[in-house]
């Protein structure tokens, strides 16, 4: 069954650095998410990004934040300045679009010390 | 604001029986997409079930179904004969949009009697 990579699991980065988060979504998909959990909170959406844009974004993806997809395959979040408070599981998801096939990766855990 | 909806913080259930897990929504959308998602403590999200909104057959997938009502807004989960496994925080998310994009509720625990 196709699977939605993300790499790293886990990444430790101190205050004030930049870090890329990389995912791969499934490779027919059309649609590509970036989700992000405090711990012990609710999954929140970031952003959503298609046609090689971005489609819709919430009020939590400021300036810091940005999105690319490459080189067709790899779909990356950068934080360009990390934050205590963006200490946080960081979840990519990749759809075709209408609500089937919604598929999640398995988090990148994310802490700034 | 679109919102989803779980009153219930925690739930614990004996193995082999029956749990219901509630979710209430918000939505201005006529096309939308209910989910139940489960997150064990690795925090994988795995999806239970999903239902489309203009069906009325309520989603069954094994031992998880979910009774579906539209006009009030509710999705709730049932799970028949409980198994060690089925412990996790459940998530119930709304999905739509032109972007598809998921909206959820703050999870239910679900912890297992001895």
């Known amino acids: 069954e196709p699977e939605v990579t993300q790499t790293p699991s886990h990444q430790v980065t101190q205050m004030g650095q930049e870090v890329i988060l990389r995912c791969v979504p499934i490779s027919n998909h059309l649609y590509f998410y970036w989700y992000r959990q405090i711990l012990g909170q609710k999954v929140e959406f970031l952003v959503s990004?298609?046609?090689?844009?971005?489609?819709?974004k919430s009020e939590i993806f400021d300036d810091q934040f940005s999105v690319e997809r490459p080189d067709g395959s790899n779909f990356t979040l950068k934080i360009r300045s990390t934050k205590l408070e963006d200490s946080a599981m960081y979840f990519c998801?990749?759809?075709?679009?209408?609500?089937?096939?919604?598929?999640f990766g398995s988090g990148t855990r994310l802490t700034v010390v | 604001a679109q919102t989803v909806t779980q009153s219930q913080p925690e739930m614990s259930v004996q193995e082999a029986e029956t749990v219901t897990l509630s979710c209430t929504y918000d939505t201005s959308e006529s096309d939308y997409y209910l989910f139940w998602y489960k997150q064990p403590p690795s925090r994988q999200m795995i999806l239970v079930i999903r239902?489309?909104?203009?069906?009325?057959q309520n989603a069954t997938e094994n031992r998880f179904s979910v009774n579906f009502q539209k006009a009030a807004k509710s999705f709730s989960l049932k799970i028949s004969d409980s198994q060690l496994g089925d412990a996790a925080m459940y998530f119930c998310a709304r999905g739509g949009g032109s972007n598809y994009k998921l909206t959820f509720g703050k999870g239910t625990l679900l912890t297992m009697n001895p």
């Open positions: 990004f298609y046609n090689n844009e971005i489609s819709e």
């Open positions: 239902q489309e909104a203009y069906k009325q």
């Open positions: 998801a990749s759809s075709p679009g209408g609500g089937y096939g919604y598929t």
